[in-house]
């Protein structure tokens, strides 16, 4: 919305800030987080006094979370979610559709999550929204934002995978790169769901994943760096910067509140509509494969729980102690700030490794 202040940039020169992105980015940092620290406490006071007992907590879980963690009210992703969606209608250019599309599949993978949660506090149990009818509506959503990507886009880049440490190797997929960039984002949300199981396990992760392609969509949506680089070009991109960092200051407000012991938890309001986003940005940016770098923390959670329930159901033997691998690690005695402080150093490895792609080539 203030970017449209640059149209009286004649008669007021200082204006000409807000064309900048790296400008708007910081502000949107600021923005959001101000936002959740200012109301954070009245949305974690309301949400407490509608849900009661609050978050159901697993009875076939680590057995310390049924007394440390219960009565904690969740939906958390509430806060997260208003400071990025303030924060990135006042910061970013309005005109651009990358942006109403990363917008609309974030809130629309919120949405989804909040009824799960209100399911859950609502029966006091763990079976919330349908399984299947919930990966159906996130792949239909999904589907559309990579239709829309493609329309945006040209051809026959649009439809292409792009390979990392190689300069001109992309992969046309056609039009199978709507299933692909699908599953890519329905994926995301669903692996940043599993990683929310640990006060601050999820969140810090998921700042520096977007911290991460902030940089590679500012970079990729500018035609000099991206030369420079020799990366793929993806015009119009680059205002998705802005929104990385509306979720990175949304994200260091909730962290405040969600750091042990929590007086919120994310809930899959939060976990789903972050994740769903980054998946929708690194498809946006043409990085699908760097996101499993840059998220291989989610992943790797992901990937555990999968491994768990293939494994029992051929063998009826279990892998790990316990899944998510952050609950295997509690049942070998690590304590919860061992592996959250541990997980997030993996998470800035891996964000690392993964930004090297844009120079390695």
């Known amino acids: 919305m203030l970017y ?5 940039a004649g008669t007021i020169p200082p204006l000409n800030v807000f064309r900048y992105i790296t400008f708007r980015t910081g502000a949107a940092v600021v923005t959001g987080a101000l936002f959740v620290f200012m109301f954070g406490p009245w949305i974690i006071d309301a949400l407490r006094a509608r849900q009661g007992k609050g978050q159901p907590i697993r009875s076939d879980g ?7 963690k219960k009565g904690t009210p969740t939906m958390g992703g509430l806060m997260i979610l208003s400071g990025l969606a303030v924060s990135t209608l006042l910061w970013a ?14 809130l629309s993978f919120g949405l989804i999550g909040f009824y799960d949660d209100y399911l859950k506090v609502k029966k006091q149990t763990h079976d919330g929204f349908s399984g299947r009818s919930r990966l159906a509506i996130e792949a239909a959503i999904a589907a559309l ?6 329309w945006l886009g040209r051809e026959p880049f649009s439809t292409s995978l792009v390979i990392p440490f190689f300069k001109e190797v992309a992969v046309d997929l056609g039009w199978f790169f709507v299933a692909f960039g699908a599953f890519i984002i329905v994926g995301a949300g669903n692996a940043v769901n599993l990683t929310d199981g640990l006060d601050g396990l999820a969140i810090v992760p998921v ?9 590679i969509a500012y970079l990729a949506g500018n035609a000099v760096f991206a030369d420079y680089l020799q990366i793929h070009y993806v015009a119009g991109t680059g205002e998705l910067a802005v929104l990385c960092g509306a979720m990175l200051g949304a994200g260091l407000g909730f962290l405040w509140f969600n750091a042990p012991p929590a007086s919120i938890f994310m809930g899959d309001t939060g976990s789903l509509a972050l994740g769903g986003m980054l998946g929708a940005i690194a498809v ?3 990085h699908e494969i760097v996101l499993a770098v840059i998220g291989g ?20 033997k279990r892998i790990f102690k316990m899944a998510p691998i952050h609950h295997h690690f509690e049942q070998l005695g690590w304590t919860e ?19 090297s792609t844009l120079k390695l080539r």
């Open 284 to 286: 946006a940016v043409k």
């Open 145 to 150: 934002a990579c239709v829309a990507f493609i």
């Open 62 to 68: 680590p057995q310390s979370h049924i007394i440390a």
């Open 337 to 355: 700030p061992q592996i959250v402080i541990r997980f997030w150093i993996i998470s800035v490895m891996l964000a690392l490794v993964g930004l």
């Open 207 to 215: 700042m520096i994943a977007a911290a991460s392609f902030g940089m």
């Open 4 to 8: 449209w202040l640059i149209d009286i």
């Open 93 to 106: 250019n309005l005109s651009n559709p990358y942006v109403w599309i990363v917008l609309a599949v974030t």
């Open 297 to 316: 923390l989610f992943v790797l959670e992901a990937v555990s729980v999968i491994v768990q329930v293939a494994s029992f159901k051929l063998t009826g």
